[in-house]
T-cell receptor, first 110, second 114 residues
Framework: GENVEQHPSTLSVQEGDSAVIKCTYSDSASNYFPWYKQELGKGPQLIIDIRSNVGEKKDQRIAVTLNKTAKHFSLHITETQPEDSAVYFCAASSGYQLTFGKGTKLSVIP | DTAVSQTPKYLVTQMGNDKSIKCEQNLGHDTMYWYKQDSKKFLKIMFSYNNKELIINETVPNRFSPKSPDKAHLNLHINSLELGDSAVYFC?????????????FGPGTRLTVL
């Protein structure tokens, strides 16, 4: 089955700096790669996703890149703000099941 | 309207009791899921139903039994609760037929077993 590794597990950045979270996956059949943000006491919410026929996608301060050959994808957050502090999960899917990474706790220091 | 709803939000109970968590989605999705999130925040898939048919059944104690009365509902019943069952349980739904799409999560049910 699919295995998703996510790094780092914790990340602290100064407000205004960029944050990068990286994930690798094992199943070459995976074709959908979402990123979720989970705030304290809430369920995970999709912030951006990318499909395997696209190499990069951007939405305001958030961007995701995908390297299918190397089987890795990354989340980039620019101009970080305190409200970006949360746990971020990457995931990979080729069918019914989303396999999640173990999460990255991002802390943005004002 | 809430897309994926769960009840109750909090559940505190004694060891050995039986409890149920209910989930409903109003998105018209064909697939629903139960996840367990422990204190380390890892999201572990437990079960998945597609059009009321069980399609994912991970290594979960048989004290956990899912039930899907229709496409919009997926309930989770837990027998003989143990301390280790304490966690946050998330329901989710997704439209799988037709290609990759967003999975929506419910707000979670925090289960505490005393």
């Amino acid at each position: 089955g699919e295995n998703v590794e996510q790094h780092p597990s914790t990340l602290s950045v100064q407000e205004g700096d960029s944050a990068v979270i990286k994930c690798t996956y094992s199943d070459s059949a995976s074709n959908y790669f979402p990123w979720y943000k989970q705030e304290l006491g809430k369920g995970p919410q999709l912030i951006i996703d990318i499909r395997s026929n696209v190499g990069e996608k951007k939405d305001q301060r958030i961007a995701v890149t995908l390297n299918k050959t190397a089987k890795h994808f990354s989340l980039h957050i620019t101009e970080t703000q305190p409200e970006d502090s949360a746990v971020y999960f990457c995931a990979a899917s080729s069918g019914y099941q989303l396999t999640f990474g173990k999460g990255t706790k991002l802390s943005v220091i004002p | 309207d809430t897309a994926v709803s769960q009840t109750p939000k909090y559940l505190v109970t004694q060891m050995g009791n039986d409890k149920s968590i209910k989930c409903e989605q109003n998105l018209g999705h064909d697939t629903m899921y139960w996840y367990k999130q422990d204190s380390k925040k890892f999201l572990k898939i437990m079960f998945s139903y597609n059009n009321k048919e069980l399609i994912i059944n991970e290594t979960v104690p048989n004290r956990f039994s899912p039930k899907s009365p229709d496409k919009a509902h997926l309930n989770l019943h837990i027998n003989s609760l143990e301390l280790g069952d304490s966690a946050v349980y998330f329901c989710a739904s997704r439209q799988v037929t037709g290609g990759p799409s967003e999975q929506f999560f419910g707000p979670g049910t925090r289960l505490t077993v005393l």
